[in-house]
């Protein structure tokens, strides 16, 4: 059974920190990963997707990677901004299980002023 | 079309009512999911539809909780006999065949 891991649950950095958010996953037969974001009571937004053949993807500020034999995956954000406060979730699709995605339990960001 | 919609974005209900939600996913999306997301966790799958057809469900969804889809369009979710375990947050994603899948803001329940 897939399980997705992310540390830390929790994370506080003040503004202009590189920081690193980390996610696992047991299972390396993934067709691909997502990192979605998060604002308190709000749905998903998707970020980055990195099909399973990709190492990584990049968007502005925000660099995601994928080692599949190792089960991990990292988000990488730049130049930290309070505007950057939400939680971030990692999700990895399971070949041929209908596309459903299995989320790991996500990283609450705050990025202090 | 913007995107995903859900209707209620809150809904409060007494333990042991029904409560019923709508997702209309994106023009010509084939595939709809519904997740369940708990206060700190990630969001869990709870079934699925292509077109019409409802292909998968979680042993989460309880014989109390049922989905449809029937035109192959909107979809809804009802839970009967409502219980305070149900609160949650309830997402709906919509995607073409095997690609991105797109979420709607979500409705929180709220079973007191």
């Known amino acids: 059974k897939q399980e997705v891991t992310q540390i830390p649950a929790a994370l506080s950095v003040p503004e202009g920190e590189n920081l690193v958010l980390n996610c696992s996953f047991t299972d390396s037969a993934i067709y691909n990963l997502q990192w979605f974001r998060q604002d308190p009571g709000k749905g998903l937004t998707s970020l980055l997707l990195i099909q399973s053949s990709q190492r990584e993807q990049t968007s502005g500020r925000l660099n995601a990677s994928l080692d599949k034999s190792s089960g991990r995956s990292t988000l990488y954000i730049a130049a930290s901004q309070p505007g950057d406060s939400a939680t971030y979730l990692c999700?990895?699709?399971?070949?041929?299980?209908?596309?459903?995605?299995?989320f790991g339990q996500g990283t609450e960001l705050s990025v202090k002023p | 079309d913007t995107g995903v919609s859900q209707d209620p974005r809150h809904k409060i209900t007494k333990r042991g009512q029904n409560v019923t939600f709508r997702c209309d996913p994106i023009s010509e999306h084939n595939r709809l999911y519904w997740y369940r997301q708990t206060l700190g966790q990630g969001p869990e799958f709870l079934t699925y539809f292509q077109n019409e057809a409802q292909l998968e469900k979680s042993r989460l969804l309880s014989d109390r909780f049922s989905a449809e889809r029937p035109k192959g369009s909107f979809s809804t979710l009802e839970i009967q006999r409502t219980e305070q375990g149900d609160s949650a947050m309830y997402l709906c994603?919509?995607?073409?065949?095997?690609?991105?899948?797109?979420f709607g803001p979500g409705t929180r329940l709220t079973v007191t």
């Open positions: 994603a919509s995607s073409p065949q095997d690609r991105v899948e797109y």
């Open positions: 999700a990895v699709l399971i070949y041929n299980q209908g596309g459903k995605l299995i």
